[in-house]
């Protein structure tokens, strides 16, 4: 935003900088020079990527026409190596056939001469005869008159000697290179079939061919004008050409010294025969190995179907570039300053701050309701970003902003702060959304989730904090700004710590599970009781099985007021034995005594009820035949920890009661219920000792199983 330049809406005139001299003229101020001059550079620069995608464009359809000429060079060249597989499969057969004949293996040449010649006739050659044996001598030949001497046996090396040989050799027919025939002194080609007497190959038959019938074939193929065709055999000499095949047969022509690598594309250039660059099409021939068929065009014709279009495009753009350039030229005055103020409005905006210098009015109509939307909506923008930042600031849950690209923290609120543990400082720019994410919960976090797909989500996960510590967060994470494609670029995330939350949560899951399996260890033991009980007694028999369900609702209800973290063994041998002392008080009786001593102890919820279940078992007993049934009768209920050995150690023992004459004869169900609860539950061992003064009861529990915190007194 400098100050050399003002700028005055109201009056017709343009900016000027008094600083580099320039003076009024004809009341209005001149334009600061060089200004058209960068206005064009500046339309040039704009251009450029049109004209270099223009210029791909081009090159691309230069291309095409490349490929599309290649392509039909190539189709041309593999539609003739197929029609000549076929040619020479097709005498392949013949001599195949020829060798397989009868006559021959009869020794019938005479006979074998007619069919011979019928059938040289027709493919356009003749037939000879040649001996197996070493020197291959002739023994027929239908290329001469009938009753003409056989020509001498050829050299080896010369003449059909070399495919005479190969077809020995491996048993099969075979093809030949390129050969003049002693007989007749013409180049030919020929291909030969190893025939069988008795199991040995005793003879071969070869077929001769004039190429110049080859050539006559690719000559009516209908190539264009310019193209032209040739077969060359396995040393590169051509067999056929469909143009001027007297003049180049046998020649060796300069395509042939194209390296391998350059021919094995398929498409290359090299020069003809006629000493012009022409453009070549390759194709080996199945039937004969080593043979190629070509194609070639001109060069010329080549460069015809892309480099005219070309040229043609580039004056297109070209005079494209200069009609656009005059028309910038003749605009740029009246476009230039609402465009300038604009873009110094907008680099304002992007730094933050106010643009205090305005827009001023513009000429043209479009540019001046431009001026004054761009006004509205940058109060407007201005106005609801300060009411975001304030919300954003004041949000009573944590708000963070994130890089798409770079995955980085862009903002963040003092909520979200405080949630992860972490300032602003260490946050911004330094730290992902995966750094602060507990491992396992990183496929379940929105905001990842929301990064990478790019759409709103909202999940719970755990956060860490610096000091190891884990939040239990819900986090509801949206993408907040998109690119033209509607691909993501920020996402806004909302975070709320959800940990005490998830916590009570946890505790009322673990008191529910705690809860149904008391009852229905309660159920079962009632279900016991219900079944065990003697019932010859109706009386009895209800009494015992309401004595035994108080007993584990007692025993449920001091679980339920500790919120089922376990029980005070004092309170709950309180609670059963209070139960028997009771009735006798309400009688008017001097009842019985009972002590209860021992350290504090808090049994957990499991061992909560076989305990209860015990001593109530043993208090019944006691007030039926035992301390507990004499006024005189005590009871002392006592109970140790022992960390070293890891076990609770209670002992139950009666004096003052009626005399003890030994154990019972049989076992009762309360015996069988307290072995059952003890030693069967919480993997106890028990001992009665039946003593004259009264029984003397003892019960070791592990501490693990029975005492809460156990664990870690047997850990100490």
């Known amino acids: 935003m400098?100050?050399?330049?003002?700028?005055?809406?109201?009056?017709?005139?343009?900016?000027?900088?008094?600083?580099?001299?320039?003076?009024?003229?004809?009341?209005?101020?001149?334009?600061?020079?060089?200004?058209?001059?960068?206005?064009?550079?500046?339309?040039?620069?704009?251009?450029?990527?049109?004209?270099?995608?223009?210029?791909?464009?081009?090159?691309?359809?230069?291309?095409?026409?490349?490929?599309s000429f290649e392509a039909r060079l190539q189709d041309t060249v593999r539609a003739l190596a197929l029609f000549l597989d076929a040619e020479v499969d097709a005498h392949l057969s013949t001599v195949a056939a020829l060798a397989s004949s009868p006559l021959l293996e009869r020794d019938d040449l005479a006979a074998f001469d007619t069919w011979?010649?019928?059938?040289?006739?027709?493919?356009?050659?003749?037939?000879?005869?040649?001996?197996?044996?070493?020197?291959?001598?002739?023994?027929?030949?239908?290329?001469?008159?009938?009753?003409?001497?056989?020509?001498?046996?050829?050299?080896?090396?010369?003449?059909?000697?070399?495919?005479?040989?190969?077809?020995?050799?491996?048993?099969?027919?075979?093809?030949?290179?390129?050969?003049?025939?002693?007989?007749?002194?013409?180049?030919?080609?020929?291909?030969?079939?190893?025939?069988?007497?008795?199991?040995?190959?005793?003879?071969?038959?070869?077929?001769?061919?004039?190429?110049?019938?080859?050539?006559?074939?690719?000559?009516?193929?209908?190539?264009?004008?310019?193209?032209?065709?040739?077969?060359a055999d396995s040393q590169g000499r051509i067999l056929a050409r469909s143009r001027d095949h007297e003049r180049f047969v046998g020649t060796v022509p300069p395509s042939r010294?194209?390296?391998?690598?350059?021919?094995?594309?398929?498409?290359?250039?090299?020069?003809?025969?006629?000493?012009?660059?022409?453009?070549?099409?390759?194709?080996?021939?199945?039937?004969?190995?080593?043979?190629?068929?070509?194609?070639?065009?001109?060069?010329?014709?080549?460069?015809?179907?892309?480099?005219?279009?070309?040229?043609?495009?580039?004056?297109?753009?070209?005079?494209?570039?200069?009609?656009?350039?005059?028309?910038?030229?003749?605009?740029?005055?009246?476009?230039?300053?609402?465009?300038t103020a604009l873009a110094r409005q907008a680099e304002a905006l992007a730094e933050g701050h106010e643009d205090r210098g305005g827009t001023p009015a513009s000429g043209v109509a479009e540019f001046e309701t431009l001026r004054l939307a761009s006004e509205q909506a940058e109060a407007a923008l201005v106005a609801r970003e300060a009411e975001y930042r304030a919300i954003f600031e004041t949000a009573g849950a944590g708000v963070a902003e994130q890089d798409v690209r770079t995955r980085y923290y862009l903002r963040v609120n003092r909520r979200f702060c405080e949630i992860v543990g972490r300032s602003q400082d260490e946050l911004i720019q330094h730290l992902r959304p995966s750094d602060i994410v507990h491992p396992d919960d990183w496929d379940r976090s929105p905001s990842m989730r929301a990064l990478s797909i790019g759409v709103e989500t909202e999940e719970e996960c755990r956060l860490v904090r610096p000091d190891g510590a884990v939040v239990w967060v819900r986090v509801s994470a949206a993408v907040s700004e998109r690119d033209r494609q509607g691909r993501p670029l920020r996402v806004v995330s909302v975070v709320q710590d959800v940990t005490e939350r998830r916590r009570a949560e946890e505790a009322r899951a673990v008191l529910a599970r705690e809860v149904d399996h008391r009852a229905k260890n309660a159920l079962a033991v009632v279900q016991a009781a219900v079944r065990l009980a003697p019932k010859d007694d109706p009386a009895a028999y209800a009494k015992a099985v309401e004595g035994r369900v108080?007993?584990?609702?007692?025993?449920?209800?001091?679980?339920?007021?500790?919120?089922?973290?376990?029980?005070?063994?004092?309170?709950?041998?309180?609670?059963?034995?209070?139960?028997?002392?009771?009735?006798?008080?309400?009688?008017?009786?001097?009842?019985?005594?009972?002590?209860?001593?021992?350290?504090?102890?808090?049994?957990?919820?499991?061992?909560?009820?076989?305990?209860?279940?015990?001593?109530?078992?043993?208090?019944?007993?006691?007030?039926?035949?035992?301390?507990?049934?004499?006024p005189g009768g005590r009871v002392t209920v006592s109970w140790s920890v022992d960390t070293e050995a890891g076990l609770l150690r209670l002992c139950w023992s009666e004096r003052g009661g009626p005399p003890v004459q030994g154990p019972p004869s049989r076992r009762g169900f309360g015996s069988r219920l307290i072995e059952t609860t003890l030693a069967r539950q919480l993997g106890g061992s028990i001992r009665s000792d039946w003593q004259p003064e009264g029984l003397v009861w003892e019960a070791e529990l592990p501490l693990v199983r029975s005492v809460r915190g156990g664990q870690a007194h047997v850990a100490k």
């Open 257 to 339: 010294e194209v390296p391998e690598t350059e021919r094995a594309r398929g498409v290359f250039r090299s020069q003809s025969v006629y000493g012009e660059p022409a453009i070549y099409a390759s194709q080996t021939l199945r039937a004969a190995p080593g043979w190629t068929v070509v194609v070639a065009e001109p060069y010329e014709r080549y460069q015809a179907t892309w480099v005219w279009p070309l040229a043609a495009l580039a004056g297109s753009a070209a005079l494209a570039l200069a009609t656009g350039l005059a028309v910038a030229a003749k605009l740029a005055r009246r476009v230039l300053r609402p465009i």
């Open 550 to 630: 108080t007993t584990l609702a007692r025993a449920h209800t001091i679980l339920a007021d500790a919120q089922w973290t376990g029980a005070d063994l004092r309170v709950l041998a309180e609670a059963e034995l209070e139960a028997f002392l009771s009735g006798m008080e309400q009688a008017g009786e001097s009842g019985p005594v009972v002590d209860l001593d021992g350290p504090p102890v808090v049994l957990v919820p499991a061992a909560t009820q076989p305990i209860s279940m015990a001593l109530h078992e043993l208090a019944t007993n006691a007030a039926k035949y035992g301390a507990l049934s004499a």
């Open 116 to 231: 011979a010649r019928q059938v040289g006739k027709s493919v356009g050659g003749w037939v000879v005869v040649n001996d197996a044996a070493p020197g291959h001598q002739q023994l027929l030949n239908t290329g001469l008159p009938e009753g003409a001497p056989m020509p001498p046996p050829s050299p080896p090396g010369e003449g059909a000697w070399t495919v005479i040989r190969h077809a020995i050799e491996t048993g099969r027919p075979a093809v030949s290179d390129f050969f003049v025939g002693r007989g007749t002194g013409r180049p030919v080609v020929a291909v030969a079939a190893p025939a069988m007497q008795a199991g040995h190959i005793t003879r071969v038959v070869v077929l001769v061919m004039d190429p110049a019938r080859m050539s006559e074939e690719l000559r009516i193929m209908g190539l264009s004008g310019t193209a032209f065709a040739s077969v």
């Open 2 to 67: 400098g100050t050399t330049v003002e700028v005055v809406s109201n009056e017709p005139t343009e900016p000027t900088a008094a600083s580099e001299g320039s003076s009024p003229s004809r009341g209005f101020l001149r334009r600061p020079p060089g200004l058209r001059v960068h206005l064009l550079g500046l339309i040039v620069a704009m251009l450029l990527p049109a004209l270099l995608i223009g210029g791909v464009a081009a090159w691309s359809l230069a291309a095409s026409y490349r490929q």
